[in-house]
């Protein structure tokens, strides 16, 4: 089937690569081990060769698709820099502000740029805002303009408020990162001991310590009961990364619900990675929230649906590129 | 002058001794990168080399003097676990407790068990509790039964309720592992700019933001202010660093004056690293606590009142002997 677009979710460690036929649907996908950090060479040709090898062929066919991606390739480290757009914004506003690359087939290869919230605390995201715009457009047309939390659960976790259709204020927690430089790079890491099943008894005990009396003392002191629990005997070394795991998306949790203002009634969807998601969707029903939903992916109806936005499609009628330019 | 005691604070990375005088006084000390793990080769003769290192010729010249030795050297990974004991305890209960090590020489080495609160979230300490008592030992008599909160900041932060003179309830925060994994193996350490000089003004930003309306996210969520700060050009590279500590210490003294019941006529006495301890007493001054003392070094004077509690000096009345084994 044709190629509508070729879309690219191009971030620090993978790129993948999706072939995108008339209606958005994927026909085609790949995944590589070619993030902006590992590339062979640098600057320009380093990117043209591992676009190449991405979808080389798929250019090679049909020589006119346009390209769209977004991710860590946007930033000051990747093939060219798209200078954030402050929050509040709408998906016209993001793909009015697409940077340009003219690739050396003579393609065009759009850049969207990441979402800023300035402020005492600021705050930034590449990728999670093709996300949030990919899961909004899924949505039933009622649903849409309802005031929405999304939930992007990751190494760094992203929490976003909707209202009206449009990407609010956004709060970021390093959770994810922070247990694995916590497990790879500190004293917690030298009792656990390896181990591929997930032990939920664990990990629920640890959201449970953090939401309690005892998690008062906050993730920098609660942490070290990790270590003292294995001591102790009363957790397995099997078992206390799962706990840790618990312990901290407890603490996550409890400050975000503080700090986005959320009660028990506010809509919840989370974006991303199931098993990951998973643990996510458990501790916030234990933490009382009611209203829950699960999207596994929304990078690729994202970026079909900016790209459209900017008039980008293949065979996309006149009158739709310009409605989205009077918007600018 | 002669060798009453031989105080040998013995660690995870060095070894301290210390030739104490008939008063407790310091006579020579020496400090060696002899911590228990980084012995050669093991079991009791890598224990016994790195005595002999640090001070054979001591005791070659007086071969009757007794060892005492706080710190890891006393863990399972040490020369011989001790086990913890149990708060609330006085320093009789501490000296009543100590392993016994015949060396090769035939000198006697005793080694100071740690202290353990048991609990949901158990907390341990080894050294600190010989620190705690070392700095009871240095205070008036009057001053000694009043309640005390004892803060003693490094990798793991401890801080001690004192009553009556016992070591009571306390609280680990690991603040200082936590920032150095964030710096070492996060996206956090990406853009700081290494700096001797100490930026007091960042350090005091941190201070203000973790205890401000922005700082309800946790420390998970603020410490990403200290990137997206250097990238939104509010904040140098060079000043990153001491940004994020006062980020952490700030969240830390929040919660820590939670847990601890600690209100701002809390007494509270530093004890430890003066560069150290200089950033915490700034961040308990700006926490509204106004009741604030320093004491640099308190481990040596631990080591000889637990020593003396025992009846191990050279010389030692044998009535003070009998007192402290009647208080067992």
Redesign the interface.
């Known amino acids: 089937m044709e190629t509508h677009l070729i879309a690219l979710d191009w971030g620090t460690t993978s790129l993948r690569a999706y072939r995108l036929g008339p209606g958005g649907e994927t026909l085609e996908e790949r995944s590589l081990a070619r993030g902006i950090l590992q590339l062979d060479g640098s600057g320009d040709a380093a990117f043209e060769g591992a676009l190449d090898e991405a979808c080389g062929d798929w250019l090679d066919a049909e020589p006119g698709v346009p390209l769209i991606a977004c991710g860590m390739v946007g930033s000051a480290q990747g093939w060219r820099e798209a200078a954030y757009v402050e929050v509040p914004l709408d998906a016209g506003r993001l793909a009015a502000a697409l940077t340009p690359i003219e690739t050396r087939r003579g393609s065009m290869f759009w850049v969207i740029p990441g979402a800023?919230q300035?402020g005492?605390?600021?705050?930034?995201m590449r990728g999670e805002e093709t996300q949030v715009f990919g899961l909004l457009a899924g949505l039933d047309e009622d649903e849409r303009d309802e005031p929405l939390l999304i939930g992007l659960p990751g190494s760094?976790s992203k929490w976003v408020t909707v209202e009206n259709g449009r990407l609010g204020r956004f709060?970021?927690?390093?959770?994810g990162?922070?247990y694995?430089?916590?497990l790879?790079?500190?004293?917690?890491g030298r009792t656990v001991v390896p181990c591929e099943a997930f032990d939920a008894a664990a990990f629920e005990e640890g959201v449970r310590?953090a939401r309690?009396d005892?998690g008062?003392?906050?993730?920098?002191?609660?942490?070290?009961?990790s270590r003292?629990?294995v001591?102790?005997g009363?957790l397995r070394g099997e078992s206390q990364a799962d706990y840790l795991s618990g312990l901290?998306i407890g603490?996550?949790l409890?400050?975000?619900a503080?700090?986005c203002q959320a009660d028990s009634h506010q809509r919840i969807v989370l974006v991303g990675n199931s098993a990951l998601c998973a643990r996510y969707l458990w501790a916030l029903e234990h933490s009382g929230f009611s209203t829950l939903s699960f999207a596994p992916q929304a990078t690729v109806a994202g970026l079909w649906r900016i790209a459209e936005r900017a008039g980008l499609l293949a065979n996309q009628p006149a009158d739709e590129v310009f409605a989205c330019s009077a918007k600018r």
Do not use: C, K, W, Y
């Open positions: 800023i300035n005492p605390l600021p705050n930034v760094h709060q970021t927690f390093m959770t990162e922070v694995a430089a916590l790879g790079h500190t004293l917690l310590v309690s005892d008062r003392g906050g993730p920098l002191s609660t942490i070290f009961s003292t629990r001591l102790t009363g901290l603490h996550e409890m400050a975000m503080e700090v």
